[in-house]
């Protein structure tokens, strides 16, 4: 739902017939695996327990029946019960999915145009808007947009059954395809039914942690199999729509579109991540990306066979023959050249000696890496030419073969597969994403602490703010070396210092930003500047602050203009800085009102701030995928910045499940890029206007009242933790095996060193979602009883960021569901604290009721009918999971020995699936 599909129109009955269609299929292997009759029980189970889709048929006495049915399952048929509704869960969503492609493609044949946010309509639009053809194309061609995957654990589904349902829906499309072939659709159809029951049989759980280099693996796949294809096929369209609405095609080898990751490279919290790591994901990279080129290259030299070429070329032909006659053969290449690898090429193919080399070169490359992975190290003829090293080195001869085919006429040949291979080449480089570094700024610190210590210059930790600057930046300045190789420290220490050693080691173009977390003074900044001088890094990474507490947030900018006017800093960053914001962190901090505002007002200060001094900024948002970790749909995350804040230059995270919701298919990959491309391109040629002082006013009072409600109950309220932790399963999710890092960031601590996911996670399981809404009705409230009704109705209607951010708190609500969390309180939470839940369910009423009358909306979502009917469909499969969840909860939380039992685990993973599979969205 929160997806690049969501301009789909979908034939509600067809999808309607495909989800019962899948279910029946379902159902007939499932009569069919379990053996003796089960399975003819477990259907009939299951239809007992289903729920009517309209809350207004549960009546009292229904839910009264129902409830006991559902505490008097044994543990056994809860099992099977919760198995069979997750996956019918998520057979429905194949379906909306496959549906929701469908149509979009459907739209795109259409009238030219017709697709919201499809290449065709913004260039359309903005040209009827009256924005100059010149003007466009200079935003486009500027424009740099980078998509960094994270490993952040939200993605419940294995890769096995993700595959399975990538497989399940390309068996739904193809029988929908008229006029196949009855042979064809037998085929589709045994693809549907292995599919299926393969998916029954398979166990859902992951039963191991993953590893942060099997994290990587995962982000590669995707990068390997969804985009590597789709980027240049995105961009054939981006340059058609350009040239017909500008005149002139796109530059050669640009692409706006450039992809990061932080799998194997985010330490935050995670020891599991080391140097050892980060440096194996990197070679890895590099060895896919050499695995990737190597295919390409092969591919290009079968097809540019042309004998016609300039004089440029002829003769780095004729030098490339001359090198592979005199070269020593490489041990490598022996074998494969004994199979005709690239020999027997007549002198006349000047493309094809060329790539010769350039093939050969790449295998090398290949088995560089491959050795390095393997641990060994490179041979001792190895010779650094051998191999390529950086893009530049490829693109080069890539080039002159364009240039040469443009000038004898081949104009055709040129834009085919060599202008893809040049286009992935400036996408994926020669490491497919370039990996970033986080870390925790107090991990810096206490490294320069060690340092100051052992050199009996004091301690770097009792110094305050402008000490630690004066030393840092005199150490800045300094040609001497500080820091001795064999620094006596702790392992901690020496951990983050490895880490900046290996940094500096590693293949240029290997690595993105270096982002801190929990950033709040310029001498966090200034510390990793230190060390990364310190380990001899020739090609330092570029140092991105993450602000991410609202105190921190509102002292961002204080922060930058202190790093701006040092001289030593100014002239390091040359003239661009990043800056990373933290949007579910500052919303745990302060609730999603204050947190979205504050951010919106860093962005315009810190905006202005570096127009000031002459400097180009390029925001970092780190969202989450729901709500209330700052997700949005894509057009509307960048519609509802402020104008000028974005200016053709963006950095976002694509997490945990967000990235197999926006790449998991490359038709789903090529309609996320180009709504990035199109909603970014709009913004920054028609960005709002800036709003009202009178506005202002009124979000600052909305954000204060709203924020203190927050934290008066989530920090305030001494009996908030203990609520939380026995309303919800977050002491269970430990058991989930999502993620390579620790739930918490220190191992004790309230809801402080809690980190934002299960924060979220745990509470949108119970469906109560507080945390994306807890103060908004007070401050709603309050707005009213100051008269601001109006303002408040103007400010939906005509402020984007407004309209956005209480549309996405509707949406919330839509999923919220007070009697399922009012459920989870009777069963789960101790008897005193039961009035604090009640008082919360209360509070999840009054915001639906004040949003309602805001929106003017009758129904939550009234205009979305296509959510309405998303979710309706769901219901019925849905809240009989959260019942049966809330009552393991209760069997595992009992003192009876039963508690140990296993299955009740199994049971709570597969409800937390279904669950996350029905709502869309994980925590
Ligand atoms: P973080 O991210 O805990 O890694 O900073 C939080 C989130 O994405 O919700």
Not at 156 to 181: D, P, V
Not at 420 to 445: M, P, W
Not at 561 to 576: F, H, M
Request: hydrophobic share 35%; net charge neutral; with cysteine.
């Amino acid at each position: 739902m929160l997806g690049p599909l969501d301009f789909g129109i979908v034939e509600k009955d067809e999808l309607d017939r495909d989800i019962d269609k899948l279910r029946n299929i379902l159902q007939d292997s499932i009569k069919e695996l379990e053996k003796s009759g089960d399975g003819e029980q477990l259907i009939k189970d299951v239809k007992e327990l289903l729920l009517a889709e309209t809350p207004s048929e549960r009546t009292p006495e229904f839910m009264e029946k129902f409830i006991e049915k559902v505490s008097s399952l044994s543990n056994e048929s809860a099992l099977r019960i919760s198995r069979t509704l997750s996956h019918c869960l998520n057979l429905a969503n194949v379906a909306e999915q496959t549906h929701l492609i469908r149509s979009v493609k459907n739209l795109e044949s259409e009238e030219e145009g017709v697709l919201k946010f499809s290449c065709e309509d913004i260039f359309k639009q903005l040209i009827e808007a009256g924005v100059e053809p010149d003007r466009i194309y200079k935003a486009l061609t500027e424009q740099s947009i980078e998509l960094v995957l994270t490993a952040h654990p939200t993605q419940m589904m294995r890769r096995t059954l993700i595959t399975k349902n990538n497989h399940i829906g390309e068996a739904l499309e193809g029988l929908s395809n008229k006029s196949q072939s009855s042979r064809d659709r037998k085929d589709w159809e045994d693809q549907l039914r292995r599919e299926i029951s393969g998916s029954w049989l398979t166990d859902e759980i992951r039963r191991n942690k993953p590893t942060p280099l099997e994290e990587a693996q995962g982000g590669f796949s995707i990068l390997e199999q969804n985009l590597w294809r789709t980027l240049p096929k995105f961009m054939k369209v981006l340059d058609r729509t350009c040239f017909k609405y500008t005149g002139k095609n796109l530059p050669l080898g640009f692409t706006n579109i450039k992809f990061g990751s932080w799998m194997g490279g985010d330490r935050d919290g995670n020891d599991n991540v080391n140097s050892k790591v980060t440096k194996q994901v990197s070679y890895f990279s590099r060895w896919i990306a050499a695995s990737l080129f190597y295919k390409e290259i092969d591919a290009l030299l079968f097809e540019l066979s042309m004998v016609r070429m300039t004089p440029e070329l002829a003769e780095a032909a004729l030098k490339a023959q001359e090198r592979r006659n005199t070269n020593r053969p490489k041990p490598v290449l022996t074998l494969y050249k004994e199979f005709g690898g690239g020999s027997g090429i007549p002198e006349r193919e000047g493309y094809r000696i060329l790539l010769a080399e350039m093939r050969d070169k790449m295998l090398l490359t290949k088995k560089h890496y491959e050795d390095l992975i393997g641990g060994q190290t490179p041979p001792p003829d190895h010779d650094d030419d051998d191999i390529y090293h950086t893009a530049k080195q490829v693109l080069d001869p890539l080039l002159l073969c364009y240039d040469s085919l443009i000038s004898v006429g081949a104009i055709d040949v040129a834009n085919g597969r060599l202008i893809d291979v040049i286009r992935q080449l400036n996408c994926f480089g020669l490491t497919l994403s370039k990996l970033d570094i986080r870390q925790e700024s107090t991990r810096h610190s206490e490294v320069l602490d060690a340092i100051t210590n052992y050199l009996g210059i004091g301690s770097y930790l009792s110094w305050n703010e402008k000490e630690r600057q004066e030393f840092l930046i005199r150490e800045l300045e300094s040609k001497r070396p500080l820091v001795p190789k064999d620094l006596p420290c702790n392992a901690r220490v020496q951990e983050v210092l490895d880490t900046f050693r290996m940094a500096a080691e590693l293949p240029a173009e290997s690595l993105g930003a270096y982002v801190i977390s929990m950033c709040q003074n310029p001498s966090d900044i200034l510390a990793v500047e230190l060390l990364q001088k310190e380990s001899g890094n020739k090609f330092p990474q570029r140092v991105a602050p993450l602000f991410e507490m609202i105190d921190d947030l509102e002292r961002a900018p204080q922060t930058m203009e202190q790093l701006y006017s040092i001289k030593w800093y100014k002239d390091r960053i040359n003239g661009s800085q990043e800056i990373m914001l933290g949007y579910s962190d500052s919303s745990k901090d302060s609730g999603r009102l204050t947190s979205s505002w504050s951010l919106y007002k860093a962005q315009e200060i810190l905006t202005k701030l570096s127009d000031k001094h002459g400097v180009k900024l390029t925001l970092f948002h780190g969202r989450g995928g729901t709500i209330g970790r700052g997700g949005a749909p894509t057009y509307l995350a960048i519609q509802s910045q402020p104008g000028g804040s974005i200016n053709g230059r963006l950095r976002v995270t694509e997490q945990g499940e967000m990235i197999t919701a926006h790449y998991g298919q490359p038709g789903v990959a090529f309609r996320s890029i180009e709504v990035y491309t199109t909603a970014t391109l709009q913004q920054t040629l028609l960005p709002p206007p800036p709003p009202s002082d009178h506005w202002r006013e009124i979000m600052d009072e909305l954000s204060s009242v709203s924020g203190k409600k927050y934290r008066s109950i989530v920090r305030g309220n001494e009996n908030f933790v203990r609520y939380f932790r026995a309303s919800t399963p977050e002491r269970e999710l430990s058991h989930l095996n999502i993620g390579s890092r620790p739930q918490k960031r220190n191992v004790s601590g309230g809801i402080e060193s809690l980190r934002a996911i299960p924060w979220i996670f745990a509470f949108t399981q119970t469906r109560l979602i507080l945390p994306a809404w807890l103060g908004v009705a007070e401050a709603l409230e309050a707005a009213k009883e100051k008269g601001y009704t109006n303002d408040l109705k103007e400010m939906y209607k005509s402020w984007p960021y407004f309209q956005t951010t209480i549309d996405l708190i509707e949406m919330v609500l839509m999923k919220a569901d007070p009697l399922i969390a009012a459920r989870y309180n009777d069963l789960l939470v101790p008897f005193e604290l039961q009035s604090l839940g009640k008082e919360m369910i209360g509070l999840l009423n009054k915001t639906v009721s004040s949003i309602l009358s805001l929106t003017n909306h009758s129904t939550l979502q009234q205009d979305n009918k296509l959510l309405q009917h998303f979710i309706a469909i769901r219901r019925s499969y849905l809240d009989p999971l959260n019942y049966i969840q809330a009552e393991v909860l209760r069997r595992l939380r009992s003192n009876h020995v039963e508690a140990q039992n296993p299955i009740l685990v199994d049971i709570l993973i597969i409800s937390i699936n279904g669950l996350a599979a029905g709502l869309r969205n994980t925590g």
